[in-house]
């Protein structure tokens, strides 16, 4: 969750100056399940400030696996707030859900649209949204109602995984024959580095 909101009602709260300057990468998020978390999505980025909008978001090289009623994003701003701002996700390899991008319920919402490239658009000004592979995207959301740049996978099976393993503590390593290998904006791998993250976690429990 990223958010920032009032005070308590009620008890003389005001905005501080922002939320800024978040930074997430590389990163799995496997197993996301409802029955565990209470809902099934990746990332929630709201904004509850009449100024100084939350601003300054970056998510690279996240690999993330959650349940097919999920979403990547949970959105919230009041159309009468100012935009939030320097959102970026690029270099992801990720699945979409049924609901990818998702207003979080008001119909004052910038994302009441619930269409990808359409809510994000209204959410951020500006906004980098590209180079990722996007997952099992549902037929109601094919390709042109995602910002250009994106690549779409049909299933997981499709990636090139050593290991899937049904998107549950698996080795998301990609092989050497996969169509997502060095395709970042960086060259490396899309998704995060797994040969890193195990290094860095070697006998940690």
């Known amino acids: 969750?990223?958010?920032?909101?009032?005070?308590?009602?009620?008890?003389?709260?005001?905005?501080?100056?922002?939320?800024?300057?978040?930074?997430?990468?590389?990163?799995v998020m496997d197993d996301i399940n409802r029955k565990y978390l209470g809902w099934d999505g990746f990332?929630?980025?709201?904004?509850?400030?009449?100024?100084?909008?939350?601003?300054t978001i970056t998510i690279n090289h996240i690999t993330g696996f959650q349940d097919s009623t999920g979403r990547i994003l949970l959105l919230e701003n009041s159309t009468s707030n100012p935009e939030m701002y320097g959102f970026v996700f690029t270099n992801n390899l990720v699945t979409t859900g049924s609901y990818p991008v998702w207003n979080m319920g008001r119909d004052t919402s910038c994302a009441y649209a619930d269409v990808p490239l359409t809510?994000?658009?209204?959410?951020?000004?500006?906004?980098?949204?590209?180079?990722?592979?996007?997952?099992?995207?549902?037929?109601?959301?094919?390709?042109?109602?995602?910002?250009?740049?994106?690549?779409?996978?049909?299933?997981?099976?499709?990636?090139?995984?050593?290991?899937?393993?049904?998107?549950?503590?698996?080795?998301?390593?990609l092989i050497p024959t996969s169509p997502y290998k060095n395709l970042g904006s960086d060259g490396r791998d899309l998704g995060a580095?797994?040969?890193?993250?195990?290094?860095?976690?070697?006998?940690?429990?």
């Open 43 to 55: 990332f929630l980025v709201a904004n509850m400030w009449p100024a100084n909008p939350v601003n």
């Open 193 to 205: 580095d797994i040969v890193g993250l195990n290094a860095v976690l070697t006998g940690v429990e």
């Open 119 to 173: 809510s994000i658009n209204n959410c951020f000004t500006p906004f980098t949204f590209s180079n990722n592979a996007l997952i099992g995207a549902p037929s109601h959301y094919p390709p042109t109602t995602w910002p250009t740049g994106n690549l779409f996978a049909a299933s997981p099976v499709n990636v090139g995984f050593v290991q899937y393993h049904n998107g549950s503590d698996g080795n998301y390593e």
């Open 1 to 27: 969750m990223i958010a920032t909101a009032l005070s308590i009602p009620g008890k003389d709260g005001a905005p501080a100056t922002s939320g800024t300057r978040f930074s997430i990468h590389d990163v």
